[in-house]
């Protein structure tokens, strides 16, 4: 006959430390989401200066309608455009034209702007989404009484950008958590 004997204390030791280690403690799970959070702010940081550097004329930030979110229920993350429920503060972007600097040239846009271009122009805080979506995605070619008004070419630049930096991040996570991870183990078999 065999006889083993076993060392209980070592066991529990055992078993304490690889219970650190399960996503279901909260110490390690609290640990796993501040990383999770700090990549994440990372991520948003690049991509809202990726966004920036694509668009050359942003007059109204834009690029800020780049929002990150944190899962409760999950450990995970998502970096989107901002999708609000309702509208922002309102704000108006004056721009010079060179008929209001010169009364007295010759030729030029001489036609009043309408309420309509008024409003479309004072958006401000969330309602850079809607402007963000619109060069992401593109439009159709709008007529007005006027004319053509043309249409504006989708780039998709979002999507290709965000999964790249997700990668990125996704990966730069794995190696810290791993770290993290085995930094508790050790603490934990001592």
Do not use: C
């Not at 997700?166 to 993290?180: F, H, Q, R, S, T």
């Amino acid at each position: 006959m065999v006889e083993v004997e076993v060392n209980q204390q070592a066991v529990d030791r055992q078993l304490k430390a690889l219970s650190a280690l399960m996503v279901d403690n909260p110490e390690a799970r609290k640990r796993i989401r501040s990383q999770i959070r700090e990549q994440i702010k990372i991520v948003r940081k690049n991509l809202s200066n990726d966004v920036r550097q694509t668009m050359k004329e942003d007059p109204r930030k834009a690029y800020r309608a780049v929002k990150s979110t944190i899962y409760r229920r999950i450990l995970g993350a998502n970096v989107s455009i901002l999708n609000p429920k309702r509208a922002g503060a309102r704000y108006q972007l004056i721009r010079n034209r060179k008929l209001d600097l010169n009364p007295h040239q010759r030729g030029g846009n001489r036609r009043e702007r309408s309420e309509r271009t008024n409003a479309v122009d004072s958006y401000f805080g969330k309602d850079r989404a809607f402007i963000l979506r619109f060069v992401n995605s593109g439009t159709q070619t709008r007529d007005t009484r006027f004319g053509n008004r043309g249409s504006i070419a989708g780039r998709n630049f979002f999507g290709s950008m965000a999964a790249w930096q997700m990668d990125a991040a996704a990966e730069k996570l794995g190696k810290i958590i791993e770290e993290e991870l085995a930094a508790a183990y050790a603490n934990e078999i001592k």
